[in-house]
């Protein structure tokens, strides 16, 4: 399997990982927060959404990032630096979403939804991405 191949299998191996029970219900929980939030606020029409709250879905940029390196690292010695170079992306990736969630003020209840729904998703692909790179498989 070619390279472009395993990353389109990985990608899609992550992205299952929503519709698993535990997840799925975190999904459902978060969505439904969304869509309540989004209901009450009304951020488009009330001008509550800023211009630069587009930049919250830059979290999801995480996702090809550690799909790529779980493709480029699971050989022996690119492991250790594979294995850094996921955790460092993890904790990005949290205090991204926690900058998010403190910059959107007035709209914290929609910023909490949608960050949860991403770092669900990057979720699965930094699961896929530690099997990968580890070896061992669930």
């Known amino acids: 399997m070619n390279q472009w191949q395993q990353f389109v299998w990985l ?12 997840f799925l219900i975190c999904s459902t ?14 951020p488009l ?12 879905f830059t979290q999801l940029l995480f996702y090809p990032a550690i799909i790529g390196m779980a493709v ?4 022996q010695q690119a492991s250790l630096v594979a294995s850094l170079f996921s955790n460092i992306l993890f904790l990005t990736s949290l205090s991204l979403a926690g900058f998010w969630i ?16 991403q770092q669900l998703l990057l979720l699965g692909a930094f699961l896929m991405a530690g099997m990968v790179i580890s070896g061992d498989w669930i």
């Not at 029409?45 to 919250?56: A, K, P």
């Not at 403190?102 to 729904?117: D, F, T």
């Open 11 to 22: 990608c899609e191996r992550a992205a299952q990982f929503i519709v698993f029970p535990p």
């Open 29 to 42: 929980v978060f969505g439904i927060i969304g869509v309540c939030a989004a209901y009450k606020r009304r």
């Open 45 to 56: 029409e009330t001008q509550l959404w800023r211009r630069s709250y587009w930049l919250v």
């Open 72 to 75: 480029r690292g699971p050989s």
């Open 102 to 117: 403190w910059r959107m003020k007035g709209l914290r209840l929609l910023a909490i939804s949608l960050v949860g729904l």
